[in-house]
């Protein structure tokens, strides 16, 4: 009997992040006391003038279908943020919208890739840009930015990667897992390379590209290096900033013909994102902007506190981050150690599934972000949460031998 399962979906694996949050969720269920440092969901609630947009929606009926790929109101407040933030001049005509970030990406990648086109995929990376990678019949091809670069990608790295099969680089600052951005020299090295290969598109997801930290000058490539702006797809989101991952708007402005390209895509899928959440994102984009700044200075001190009690575990290290609501740190100290239950850490996928078993804290392996071994926690969350959360760890590090 032919197995019911695509070869295609075969190549894939479920995703890591939301399997932690699953398995977090159904332990609190029966009763553990857990704590879940897996998603990547900001704990605000939407701004209250987002939520009342919703409802001024349905009150006008506003509860029909809409174009494929956004309607013209959402597309046009999208078309002057990037204008506003970013110094970026796509037309109404250049916008994508789709049900979150993820179709966005994966809109872009059905679109161009056949049979072994290569996708340049810096690790650690977003879990699922290389499944997306191999759902679209594209290959992902993993280069390593190292903890001592400050986990991002360097030219020369870049360089040895591409190949006359290279069709796109995934670029992502401030990144999911490490909270690492790029600066506006970064990102030019990277461009410099990146002229030298004209077959080389490049998709950057700017999703956290409103949580930088400190004196940090937020770019995009585009914005950076303009001649690369006709085969640069500049992806964002309301998710994050504006904390409304439920609503599912994410969107992107980018070359006409790959636009064209991706509304096809959507049109034989999703079609229209939910009408009344882009109603939301209408009045997220254009409404006031001002509660991002306090909620920036809350999610600072929560990374300070985070990185600090890291810092201070046995066999722990953890670098700073520029951005996002993420850290990374390394357990490269705790492996070999054996748990009290006999169990020897060999890996980070064991150390964070002991973890949870002995301090019922929930975070996410480095093997899944394709750099190990370090962990991710999600910061996300209240100060006095990650301080129990910290402690628990720094208890469980300190018991092994």
């Given amino acids: 009997m032919s197995s019911l399962q695509s070869s295609a979906l075969a190549r894939v694996k479920p995703s890591a992040t939301l399997a932690v949050t699953a398995q977090a969720r159904q332990l609190k269920a029966e009763g553990r006391d857990v704590i879940g440092l897996g998603a990547g969901e900001p704990d605000f609630d939407t701004p209250g003038n987002i939520k009342q947009a919703a409802i001024d929606a349905i009150t006008r009926g506003e509860t029909k279908y809409t174009d494929a790929d956004g309607m013209p109101q959402l597309k046009a407040a999208?078309?002057?943020?990037?204008?506003?933030?970013?110094?970026?001049?796509?037309?109404?005509?250049?916008?994508?919208?789709?049900?979150?970030?993820?179709?966005?990406?994966?809109?872009?990648?059905?679109?161009?890739?056949?049979?072994?086109?290569?996708?340049?995929v810096p690790a650690p990376y977003w879990v699922s840009y290389p499944d997306m990678v191999l759902l679209s019949g594209g290959e992902p091809v993993k280069v390593i930015g190292e903890e001592k670069d400050g986990f991002k990608l360097r030219p020369e790295v870049l360089e040895a990667a591409i190949t006359p099969k290279t069709k796109w680089l995934i670029l992502n600052s401030p990144?999911?897992?490490?909270?690492?951005?790029?600066?506006?020299?970064?990102?030019?090295?990277?461009?410099?390379?990146?002229?030298?290969?004209?077959?080389?598109?490049?998709?950057?997801?700017?999703?956290?590209?409103?949580?930088?930290?400190?004196?940090?000058?937020?770019?995009?490539?585009?914005?950076?290096?303009?001649?690369?702006?006709?085969?640069?797809?500049?992806?964002?989101?309301?998710?994050?900033?504006?904390?409304?991952?439920?609503?599912?708007?994410?969107?992107?402005?980018?070359?006409k013909p790959l636009i064209d390209l991706m509304r096809k895509?959507?049109?034989?899928?999703?079609?229209?994102?939910?009408?009344?959440?882009?109603?939301?994102a209408v009045e997220a984009l254009n409404g006031p902007q001002d509660f991002m700044a306090e909620r920036r200075v809350a999610f600072e001190k929560r990374r300070d506190l985070v990185v600090s009690m890291l810092n201070q575990t046995a066999g722990v290290t953890c670098a700073t981050p520029e951005g996002a609501f993420y850290v990374y740190p390394s357990i490269a100290g705790l492996i070999g150690k054996t748990t009290e239950g006999g169990v020897v850490i060999d890996g980070d996928s064991t150390f964070a599934a002991e973890l949870l078993n002995a301090e019922g804290v929930a975070v996410v392996q480095g093997e899944a972000f394709g750099l190990s071994p370090y962990f991710r926690i999600s910061y996300a969350t209240s100060e006095s949460v990650l301080e129990e959360a910290c402690t628990r760890i720094q208890r469980f590090a300190a018991s092994l031998r």
């Fill in 175 to 255: 990144s999911n897992p490490t909270g690492a951005a790029y600066t506006r020299a970064e990102l030019e090295g990277l461009a410099e390379v990146l002229r030298r290969h004209p077959h080389v598109w490049v998709l950057t997801d700017d999703m956290y590209e409103h949580l930088v930290y400190g004196d940090f000058e937020y770019t995009t490539i585009a914005q950076v290096a303009p001649d690369l702006y006709d085969r640069t797809l500049t992806v964002n989101g309301v998710s994050k900033a504006y904390a409304m991952t439920g609503w599912r708007i994410g969107y992107a402005g980018g070359p």
């Fill in 78 to 120: 999208i078309s002057a943020k990037f204008r506003r933030e970013n110094g970026l001049d796509y037309s109404t005509a250049q916008i994508h919208v789709a049900p979150g970030g993820k179709p966005v990406i994966f809109n872009a990648l059905v679109a161009t890739l056949n049979p072994g086109d290569e996708v340049i």
């Fill in 265 to 280: 895509v959507a049109s034989q899928t999703t079609s229209n994102p939910t009408s009344i959440s882009q109603w939301a």
